[in-house]
């Protein structure tokens, strides 16, 4: 079973990666912890057999967190557009 774990990351304020806003640090910290979670499922899936029983449980595990992870990007990228659209220009 793979457990879900949150915890924030500190950045430097240099880092390229500073989260302009707590929207979009919130959306960083559920596709960072979404990813984690799909790639631990695919490699798990990789080591069963297609009749293995528990291939439907993590198959639909999979699925839920592809589907989570698109419910993150997606604003991800427009608060991100957003956030730059606002930055001024040099």
Request: aromatic fraction near 6%; proline fraction near 4%; hydrophobic fraction near 35%.
């Amino acid at each position: 079973m793979i457990k879900k774990t949150r915890s924030a990351a500190l950045t430097e304020k240099q880092s390229f990666l500073t989260p302009s806003s707590s929207l979009l640090d919130n959306h960083f910290d559920e596709i960072t912890e979404t990813s984690q979670e799909v790639l631990g499922l695919v490699a798990l899936l990789k080591t069963l057999t297609p009749n293995d029983s528990k291939r439907d449980e993590y198959e639909g595990r999979l699925y839920v967190a592809l589907t989570h992870l698109d419910h993150h990007v997606k604003p991800a990228i427009k608060e991100w557009d957003r956030v730059v659209d606002r930055m001024p220009e040099d």
